[in-house]
């Protein structure tokens, strides 16, 4: 397909991370089963354990362990022509994670290598052993003040993916205490948050908190309809020890092929951008369980179809808990994307300039 058609193949790559990502800022992400305790836990209310899991996370303590993630969303990938960019953050993933205060790192575990994000205190990187890549996100504490690099680092971590869900509550959701779980070897409360509204495709979420930490240890999403969870991830192991600094730091190795992105936030989510599109920002419509991401796509040159264009097979879909479809406006094209019906997709399109 040349680089003329709806995505090209840098644009396409980066798709998935903007389908999930917006999936989160809708209402929330992710995790993993585990046994009843042996022994019982105090009891405690939800109000309670909120405000413990809140302070514990601006403690900025360490954490540190491996990460077990599935994501299905049911999405064609396998069907869809030039979509195979998908599948990287599908399925099953074993990750690595260190976070502190300082920073952040996780390193993706691959048969033949890994690829690593890592957030420090000089900028961000992203780092692939495979095809020998680094590619620099941010510089600096420009880090600190993205959302986006803050929504990447919610895919894979569960306390991250938690604080999201979390800060959306409000009069939105009904909070409650569910049955404890082991995860990871040790003894955990589990909050289960529903929305309150059936407009969602999300039925609801499960948060298991350690219980001595507070630290959030996995989190499960079942969509409207589905027993299990569509959404994956939890810790397998976990540690609270002090962090080496030089964890959060990044030099490209000798002879790698190094990609400069200093880009600003708006840059950095506008996934398709590129000339006078970038100046199209990307926008929430509506508001809880119920938002709808809009990120602008650039525009094409001439007549186009499903069969110049194979990503426009992709589209509209819906899945457990995510559906998108692209439409039109004034100004252009548009990806919507939300835990809601395709049909809601559409109803927000008025709202676009």
Avoid at 118 to 139: M, P, Q, Y
Avoid at 152 to 177: K, N
Avoid at 231 to 238: E, R
Avoid at 312 to 341: K, N, Q, T
């Amino acid at each position: 397909m040349s680089s003329t058609g709806l995505l090209g193949n840098r644009a396409r790559r980066r798709l998935a991370g903007s389908l999930v990502a917006a999936a989160v800022v809708a209402g929330g992400l992710v995790a993993v089963a585990g046994a009843r305790p042996d022994t019982d836990l105090a009891p405690i209310g939800p109000e309670r354990l909120l405000a413990s899991v809140i302070e514990r996370a601006r403690s900025g303590r360490p954490v540190a362990g491996t990460v077990s993630t599935a994501v299905d969303l049911g999405l064609p990938i396998a069907e869809a022509p030039g979509a195979s960019g998908l599948g990287a953050l599908l399925g099953p993933h074993d990750l690595r994670v260190w976070q502190a205060s300082s920073g952040l790192r996780v390193a993706d575990v691959l048969p033949a290598g890994e690829r690593t994000l890592v957030i420090g205190k000089d900028g961000a990187w992203w780092w692939d052993s495979e095809s020998f890549t680094a590619r620099r996100l941010a510089d600096g504490e420009s880090t600190r003040l993205s959302p986006v690099l803050e929504v990447a680092a919610g895919l894979i971590d569960p306390r991250a993916v938690s604080s999201l869900a979390l800060g959306a509550l409000e009069e939105t959701t009904r909070v409650r205490i569910g049955n404890p779980k082991m995860v990871a070897g040790r003894p955990a409360y589990v909050l289960e948050l529903e929305p309150r509204t059936t407009e969602t495709l999300v039925a609801r979420i499960e948060i298991s908190v350690d219980a001595d930490e507070r630290v959030p240890m996995e989190v499960q999403i079942f969509g409207r309809g589905y027993e299990e969870p569509s959404l994956i991830a939890g810790f397998d192991s976990i540690s609270f020890k002090p962090i080496e600094p030089s964890i959060f730091l990044f030099t490209p190795p000798d002879g790698a092929d190094v990609e400069m992105e200093r880009q600003n936030v708006s840059q950095m989510f506008d996934v398709f951008g590129g000339g006078e599109e970038a100046n199209r920002a990307p926008r929430l419509l509506g508001r809880g369980w119920t938002t709808v991401a809009a990120l602008p796509m650039p525009a094409r040159e001439g007549p186009s179809s499903s069969e110049d264009d194979p990503a426009r097979s992709l589209f509209p879909f819906s899945s457990p808990l995510l559906s998108a479809d692209v439409v039109e406006s004034d100004r252009g094209s548009w990806l919507l994307v939300g835990a809601v019906p395709v049909d809601a997709l559409r109803a927000q399109a008025d709202r676009l300039p």
